[in-house]
Structures are given as structure tokens and as C-alpha cells.
């Protein structure tokens, strides 16, 4: 089974993971000052930036309910200024009304119960004014390329099958629309891969192969064949990736 931890640290740490979350951070405009909220911070990866972002007076609170990834952000966050970590649900955030400056979510709304639910906490600990940011891929739009495209198709609606929400990323705007959110800027992004070793670390190619034959939703021998070309030929595959960033109004409608 694969470490959640050491998942989320290399696709963090991957090229594409690397460029959304700088676009996200950017996105935020966050200044000296601000409270922000981390919504299912995880370990803690981008607590650091975002407590640089918001320095010498801002603060940070990372919200998570798995006690692991709480753990393992405390370890990381150890000495910094400007960081706190909560224990929470993110469908009943542990934050007063209007308390903070900026939210952000990155990841978490594919797993969670209720994503609405998330987007309303998410405007009601906002300050009008206050913007929040999401990423979240569309698993529905994931695409490998090879000849033989119904193996591939399988292989993709089986992926999508194992996150609760799969195309979360494309519901966005409907979902910030109806929790009272304005709508500031979208940007789909594409995720590509060339490398099969790369997807392989974000993509879980050959466990997930494993998986969806073990499920019938793949034959063993073209599961086989399927893989066999991807290792050795040249590889291409991709999925769609959203970034949103939405805003509470400042006038009567902030109330």
C-alpha cells in the first residue's frame, strides 16, 4: 500500500505539482497580515510557504482530521512562526465566523463527503473580502495514450471509480456559486506526463493496472500488452487540473 505521506510528497515535488501550486500561492495575493486557512493541510507542505507569504504579523492554521498528517505537519512546522495546527472536519471548520483573510484547498474536495458543505464553511470563516483558493483535478478527463484505447479507457474509468468525487474539479464554480461565493478567476491546467516513471509515481500505473484486473475491469493479457508498450515506447498521458479562486463580496452581500 502506498504511504498517503510519501504520495503526497512526490506529487508535490513533481513538475506539475510544482507549477499549480506556485500559480495557486500567487493566485491568493496574500499580504503581511493575513489569516489564513489551510483546509485539509495534510504534512504540512505548503504551511511554510504560506506562513512566508503572510510574515511578520500574518498567521497560518492548518486544518486536518487524520491525527498522522497533523503529526508529521507539527514536526515539519517545529519553530516556525505564524503556523497553527487544529483538528477538524473540514465540513465544520474549528474557526469563528469571518476570523480569517484568505482559505485555500488543494486536493482535498475529491474526498471528501460533502464538498458543498466545505465551500459553505469556507465562505463563512471568510472576512468580506476574503478570497479562496481551490485545486482540484477532474480524474473524468484522465488519458493515456496507447493503441489499443479501450484498454486505455478502462484503465482510466477505473481510476476515477476509486475517488469519491472524480470531477470535483469541473464543479467548482457551480459548488462556490451556491455557498455564496463570487467567482474571481478559473484556470484549467493541463497535467502531462512524457515519462512513464513519472506518471507511475502520481498515476500508480502498474498498481492500479493490478487493481482493475483484480476488479474485472481489465483483461490480464491486455493489461499485460498495455503495459509492456508503455514501458517501452514513448508515452503520453494527461488529466485536466482546476484552479479557482473565489471571493466574498464586500458590500451587502457579504453579510
Not at 476570523?99 to 469556507?122: K, N, Y
Not at 515519462?195 to 493496472?209: C, K, P, S, V, Y
Request: proline share 5%; with cysteine; aromatic share 6%.
Amino acid at each position: 500500500m502506498t504511504d498517503p505521506i510519501a504520495y503526497l510528497d512526490a506529487a508535490a515535488a513533481s513538475g506539475p505539482g510544482a507549477d499549480y501550486k506556485r500559480r495557486l500561492l500567487d493566485a491568493l495575493d496574500l499580504r503581511p497580515g493575513h489569516a489564513v486557512v489551510d483546509i485539509g493541510c495534510g504534512p504540512g507542505t505548503d504551511l511554510g510557504r504560506l506562513a512566508a507569504a503572510v510574515a511578520p504579523t500574518g498567521s497560518v492554521i492548518g486544518v486536518d482530521r487524520d491525527p498522522a498528517m497533523l503529526a508529521e505537519a507539527r514536526r515539519r512546522s517545529a519553530g516556525r512562526p505564524g503556523i497553527e495546527l487544529r483538528e477538524g472536519d473540514a465540513h465544520d471548520l474549528p474557526l469563528a465566523d469571518a476570523s480569517v483573510d484568505r482559505g485555500r484547498v488543494d486536493r482535498a474536495l475529491q474526498h471528501v463527503a460533502d464538498p458543498a458543505r466545505v465551500l459553505v464553511q469556507a465562505r463563512r470563516v471568510l472576512r468580506a473580502g476574503g478570497l479562496f483558493a481551490m485545486a482540484e483535478p477532474d480524474w473524468d478527463t484522465l488519458a493515456v495514450a496507447d493503441d489499443d484505447v479501450a484498454a486505455s479507457r478502462a484503465f482510466s474509468g477505473y481510476v476515477a471509480s476509486r475517488v469519491r468525487n472524480p470531477t470535483v474539479g469541473r464543479e467548482l464554480v457551480r459548488l462556490a456559486d451556491r455557498a455564496g461565493l463570487g467567482i474571481r478567476s478559473v484556470e484549467p491546467v493541463a497535467v502531462v506526463f512524457r515519462d512513464f516513471d513519472a506518471a507511475e509515481q502520481i498515476l500508480g500505473l502498474r498498481r492500479n493496472t493490478d487493481r482493475a484486473v483484480a476488479a474485472g475491469a481489465l483483461d490480464r493479457a491486455a493489461a499485460d500488452a498495455w503495459l509492456h508498450r508503455l514501458t517501452t515506447g514513448p508515452f503520453l498521458a494527461g488529466f485536466t487540473f482546476y484552479l479557482v479562486v473565489a471571493e466574498v463580496g464586500t458590500g451587502r452581500d457579504a453579510g
